[in-house]
């Protein structure tokens, strides 16, 4: 697998709060972490889907805040995989290039080790049990690759073969597109990231219902780091 060194210069641009943990506001994510823990291990769940109910919430801002949390959790593993294939996003705030198509992975064509990227040693002190399936290529048919049986089967090796304690998604928005319902089969519950002073609660009743009452919901993120100076999140 490969290693790359994150730098805290660029993760503080991308506002990956958990990195240096200078902002105060990187204690409501360890919260956030914490729960989602006591929460999976209670139910005896690994996959979380990240989503949101419109775009600019936050979702990614939420999942990499989330995964750089829990990699210092020591007895932990981690994965996070951007999923959002119609706007993929992760590799940038991560400051990574050529980082290939993720949808190679989902179909079968490389394997976990050859596509997942992890830390290497860094200043912040981010553990190395946290791997991240970066994505640099739009699908233009990625409602249908997330349903196909090569993803469920793809994503089945994986966990075989790393035994990851924690799986996230970061999935494009649930109100755009049909890929979060199309996934759906490949994830044990939702963390729903909402914009605060953007997002409706229309919008929030709408998502739960494209959801589906079998979809269970872990809980919701309020973010509010997009239009104000004070961050708050709530689980």
């Not at 993929?88 to 290039?97: D, E, M, N």
């Not at 994505?135 to 249908?144: I, L, R």
Request: with cysteine; net charge neutral.
């Amino acid at each position: 697998m490969v290693s790359f060194a994150p730098d805290e210069a660029q993760l503080d641009r991308a506002r990956i709060i958990t990195a240096a943990r200078h902002d105060p506001a990187h204690a409501s994510f360890d919260i956030l972490r914490t729960r989602l823990l006591q929460a999976l291990r209670e139910r005896g769940w690994t996959r979380v889907a990240i989503t949101s109910p419109t775009k600019g919430c936050g979702k990614t801002f939420t999942a990499a805040n989330l995964a750089v949390s829990l990699s210092r959790q020591e007895n932990c593993r981690t994965i996070l995989m951007d999923l959002d294939m119609r706007q993929p996003s992760l590799h940038k705030v991560f400051g990574q290039t050529g980082v290939g198509p993720v949808g190679d992975l989902l179909r079968g064509k490389t394997g976990p080790e050859g596509h997942l990227r992890r830390f290497a040693s860094n200043t912040f002190h981010a553990g190395r049990n946290i791997a991240f399936g970066f994505n640099d290529t739009q699908e233009h048919y990625a409602a249908e690759l997330l349903a196909d049986p090569r993803t469920a089967v793809a994503l089945d090796t994986l966990e075989a073969r790393l035994k990851p304690d924690v799986l996230l998604f970061d999935l494009p928005p649930a109100l755009y597109s049909d890929d979060v319902i199309a996934f759906r089969p490949c994830f044990d519950a939702v963390l729903l990231v909402i914009g605060g002073g953007l997002t409706t609660e229309k919008e929030i009743r709408d998502t739960e219902r494209r959801l589906g009452a079998d979809t269970p919901l872990l809980g919701m993120v309020l973010n509010r780091a997009e239009d104000t100076d004070e961050r708050r999140y709530t689980y």
